[in-house]
């Protein structure tokens, strides 16, 4: 399919990329299954290249590979976890430039949901990096039969009968590039280079934005979820394949040091670390230095108008590290610099 | 004033006391000023004693005892930290039993707020309990003009021209209970007895439960907030004085271990410790107790409900001890139980 | 029994008071019972009176009050936790002053020491304060036979035959004053007062430092241990009542933040919060200013000294606060300043 | 060089290899320059290949790759940090063994060490992980004079005249595996593959077990600490060059989760990862496990023995995970298991 002019590479100066009309490239299909799928971000060979402004159509397997189907299925058949789709290398991205990716179109791709409880996961139960002298949790797998027309997931108790209907906020648990410094991550784990950081801002009407480490960037993708709640504290969200469109581009000369996200309405910072004191301090002190350059505020006005008007999304809690994500909204803050 | 006859104490058995009609009891008058705060959550001697279902009018000066007015007044001023009003004898409250108090009107109390950057205060500066090897930040402060009519503080940066707009939404930062073990703790300080928990959730609308550790309860509030962005990042919210009124309860023989909020549409526990990680495990192994033991869920199930619909609002990263609280809407719940 | 002349207030100017003689003034007897104890810090009547020179010659009760004796016995039969000797008043001690307490004797008080898993303390499960959605580790009790002649305790194990000495070095668990801002803290917690330290550098030979912050210092000893790990990691120490003689002294002028240890081979500083991050931040930062101002090294000079001789004696990770000890050896630094 | 009759690979079955004599392979010698260092533990081809029982010899460049030399050169000298020799392929190892390091011999391979203040570096700084709204530390280096004939490094202060003397104990601040699941690591992480421990327990004496990841193993060497403190506070330590003599061996079918260490007196564990808290909870059930296993102690026994007699060392808290190593003496333990 033959798209309008492209934005081609963007160059610094543009304070909010997710703002602008970024024309329409080519699309750009590709087919992940659990053959072509990978489960770290790294340098690897790319599966697939986009020119800025083009749009990748695609989809994802659930975190488990989509091998869990059916009551008596268990963990242990899932081949790996958050097999990830991609990479795919964007043209002209280089390292000290920022990849932007918008999130055009999400769509459940299954009739159900899953969620477990899985042993080393979960905010309050002993994990692999916070292990107790107890037994652990059982394991446990629970299904969402997925209702598309009304969009929403059912919650079905194991131990009553009680049902109750999660609406449906789809989103990529992973999204992410290739980290720096000849890194190869496990896609469990979010850090700078974005991953898995099961953050629901990583939805439609957002653009996400990377630090580029290596020529191309190295985009991925993966773990769908359907819905999730603050913190994905049992470990899990409602884990589904995904069918997605993003759009990639590319901010010449603008470098960042976390994943950032953006709307219309507010600008976002990702602390993705451990512990959560940290993650914070991470996200704020990007949110701080964004509100700084961008906007024009003193750090310490930037500081205190944070103090009053700061939103925290607290992502999850219990991978290998920790997502925290911090936002203002554009409304109180003055208009943006011309970068 | 007279009310209509009294709810009297409420016995166990009642799984959403903020959903009842308490009926009216009297009013109770009570003027707070320099001269009779407190500075510790502690056995102090009453100020004045309510019934249950009493209505309590009174006032709370500003967290620097109302002594910041001018530009140029500086931080030492305040004669202390969060000047308490209070302490209130609760008839019929003992240990073992829940205190109720239901947020019915809360005003701001003088025509401008106040937020400052204070040494050791902060989330993302060196503080008394992260301390670091480099200069603290400056002591600054800033006024907020509020415009009762139009219901907004106005943010003024201190170094460039730009003013904008904060919605007034104001709450106790301070609210809390004489702590149990013959504890007094410093009203700068949250735990268990609820205490400087900076909540936004301490607002109209809501109900806050505490464990009652002596005899009546000892009701304490204070430090109001106009408004507070998450995280209480800088240190200190639009600090005002307030006039409020709110109506006390006691629910006999329901023990809880920490505080938590309720209104029509959710159940919300308070995690008030340190470090984060910390306040969020106790926050949600409470919530886990509340939807099993009053909703009927078995643990299990309510952990995996949460990990896909909870809440999580943190409160502040900045006082002795954080604050995370946790919720879930009551759409998501079964009927409760009655108790 | 009449002592020699006193050596009553010190005055400021002293780098080493540890390194004194400090002459030897009356002694004061005092005997601790269950009758007596305190289960607070706080400003509370004092029991007795020094000088400044005094020599006290009490005892301390085990930290369930001496009520576990023999198999059978139950953790609920302590009346509370860490029964506290004192508050003793030392005269001339004044808020800004320090209060000097060198450890002159211990002698474990009994035939057998205790140890035991308590629910809700440990490091490696689940806690009040780190809780999990798992059953807690069941009580149980561990007896220490002593034998005061070899100087050793017997442990015992519960599930096999196997037993193994331990050497008896016995130290004060509790050692503290009133806190500062009229607080009263429970006897299980350490901060800025000292308190319930755990620090096996509360014993012979040591003298420890605390800030004073009312009139009199108000002293409290208790919670003897009879031996103890790094971390106290189960939750208790081998637990017994003590025979004790401290001598006292006042540091007038010589305002510190934290408790602080000193001996003729190095100076120790104590860092008593939470997190474990957090204890090592205060410990080091007081320790480095302890350098820079008292041995005359630039702060950065005694920061990189630091990171290549210090030496951190983590105390214990299970009580309400953790208990970090940060120390240089006095050979690797100059002569101190005359204070 | 021809040895004595290899030990060849070790089966399981026995609880000390450490104490075991592992008779004498043949030495095999490899040459590190700045040319072929790593700067990722990762499954890289082997620089050489050593049988069970062969003793390696080589050397490792300083954490600055030896750049920095003089007053006046700057840490943007460096090329990378801890350049990493090797790495060696071990025969024998499979995923699911265990890879045992003995380390024969270090000798400071150079007449200076060198300590620096790095931005982004540091216990009680600002960091890129406890990011901080205010100016970092400004980066200094301090030369330290090494005496071979006395073995001592002299500290010369940069603000004063004073100097004092560290005496040499020196290890590998880098020793580590290539990771599992395809993950490569930067050289600046500790993590359950070892790497950046930074654990003076990595010195003559002793021997250091890893899980085996991938066939061979993969050993890396480097970043050579000739005296460090507890934590490493400021971020470095002494840093030097090493002439170093390893043995390796390979225990079959023992797997671990992290690594180990052990000599005649001790069996330590590691946790290498962030918070502290979290390291000490993986370091003791760690060891709890271990003695678990091969001194046949009830995990409760061994719980309650180590609360008793366990040593902690907290080896630095400035990387981005930080390690504890716990430990306990054989001498109060029961005779191991044969495995």
Avoid at 69 to 77: A, I, V
Avoid at 184 to 194: K, L
Wanted: hydrophobic residues 40%; aromatic residues 8%.
């Amino acid at each position: 399919m033959k798209g309008k002019p492209v934005a081609s590479v963007v160059t610094a100066g543009i304070a909010c990329l997710s703002c602008l009309a970024w024309g329409q490239g080519n699309t750009v299909k590709y087919q992940a299954t659990i053959n072509n799928v990978k489960y770290v971000y790294a340098s690897l060979p790319p599966v697939a290249r986009l020119k800025p402004g083009d749009v990748l159509d695609t989809n994802t397997l659930d975190c488990f590979g989509n091998a869990i189907q059916k009551p008596g299925d268990t963990l242990s058949m899932a081949k790996g976890d958050n097999p990830l789709t991609g990479p795919f290398y964007i043209e002209g991205a280089e390292p000290g430039d920022t990849l932007a990716v918008k999130i055009l179109d999400l769509v459940v791709d299954s009739e159900q949901g899953v969620g477990a409880l899985a042993p080393g996961f979960g905010a309050i139960n002993p994990t692999n990096y916070t292990p107790m002298l107890v037994p652990p949790l059982p394991p446990k797998i629970w299904f969402y039969p997925i209702d598309h027309a009304s969009n929403v997931a059912t919650f079905e108790a194991l131990d009553s009968k009680f049902t109750t209907k999660v609406p449906l906020r789809p989103f990529f648990g992973c999204i992410g590039v290739a980290p720096a410094g000849g890194e190869a991550r496990s896609s469990i784990v979010p850090a700078e280079f974005g991953g898995n950081m099961d953050s629901p801002e990583a939805s439609v009407g957002n653009t996400v934005y990377f630090p580029v480490n290596v020529s191309g960037a190295l985009l991925y993708l993966g773990d769908g979820h359907a819905a999730m709640g603050d913190g994905e504290v049992a470990g899990t969200a409602i884990e589904v394949p995904l069918h997605a469109k993003v759009q990639v581009n590319v901010i010449k000369g603008w470098k960042i040091d976390w994943p950032r996200f953006e709307n219309d309405q507010a600008i976002m910072t990702v602390g993705a670390y451990r512990p959560l004191d940290d993650c914070l301090r991470i996200a704020f002190t990007e949110l701080v230095g964004w509100v700084h350059q961008d906007y024009g505020l003193s750090e310490l006005d930037a500081y205190e108008l944070l103090s009053q008007v700061a939103k925290i999304h607290l992502n999850e809690m219990v991978d290998p590290n920790y997502v925290v994500v911090a936002s203002i909204e554009k409304k109180f803050l003055p208009p943006p610099k011309k970068r």
